[in-house]
């Protein structure tokens, strides 16, 4: 199917081959141990243990897998999944390069825990300019950042890391696999939340890493064995059924972000409106040029956190959460989190609700939530 197009390929992503009798995505598989050859062991069949082995599990990677263009190994959560990347990389003495506009428990992991262990922790922006690669283990990029939405040439970036001797590891969480395909950009590893956009119904947790490179990926997957992190067969299938409206989910919720990001744009009582979509954002030149299509998250400033609950609560569409990428509009004020974002910044996740309802509602949200005091 990798011929085919983005709709096609997200419905057949991962299936096995037609059985007669056999559903089209064959039901979850709870176990931990399974039956063991008396005689030959754990090595007459693939399934032995839980934690190494789930069919359902597998057959989740080989579907993401084929929308990244390598292969996958999914984590318990994207943060399992980032921590995992970490930890099976660097090596005390290391240097590893993050973002300062990235997901922010990534800093917070970074000062707790890698600091601690002896890597050297450097930041560089997502718009650049990125320090002298020389010396650096790990160059790990979130493009577009969540929550400000920069972004970041990956290829030349892949370059750039790699003339140096260092990896090129991006987080894919906010484009999606349709969105981008970094691998094929030249990074060397894919990680991202499966949490967000790529399964969409907001309910479950996920991570997952992708790789062109049989090393980085036994290494990996050795690291999830031994420590575990591997998400329950239960949301490795919700997760692989909710991969096959994948590219619906996204046209409605990018056709909803481009309509929201025109309205906000002519009006004055909103400010600081980022959508790498918009061809007068800072990030479109590039983010056009990289990406097939735009995210459905957006951000703006509505001045203080009491005009950002004053909005949201004269919204009959959008809804406070933290999170994004769901089939429901969204809107988290991020500075309630501890992040280093204005109080009045907001990050709006645009769902598949009717354009026209949607664009109605958060004009008349604004409209009654009134400036800001
Ligand atoms: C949410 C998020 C993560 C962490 O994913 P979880 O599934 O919540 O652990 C990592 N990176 C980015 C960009 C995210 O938005």
Redesign the pocket.
Known sequence: MSDMGDGTRCVHAGLPEPEPGQPFLPGPVFAAPYHLDPFQGPSAAPNGYGRPDNPTRRLLEAAIGELEGGDCRVFA????A?TGLLLTVLRPGDTVVLPTD??F??RAFATDVLAELGVRVRYAPTVGPYPALDGVRLVLV?TP??PGLDVVDVAALAHQAHAAGALLAV?N??ATPLGQRPLDLGADLVV?????ALTGHSDL???YLASRSAKLLDALTGWRNLTGAIPGPFDAWLAHRSLATLDLRLARQTANAAAVAALLAGRTDVTGLRWPGRPEDPAYPVASAQMRRMPGVLSFDLGDADRVGRFVDAARLVVAAT??GGLHTTADRRAQWGDDTAPGFVRLSCGVEDTADLAADIAAALDASGPAD
Do not use: H
């Not at 991202?192 to 967000?196: E, L």
């Open positions: 959560s994207g943060q399992a980032i990235g997901y428990p990534v979130e950042a969540n987080d969480t906010t991202a939340s499966g949490t967000k947790l996920l991570g999170s994004f």
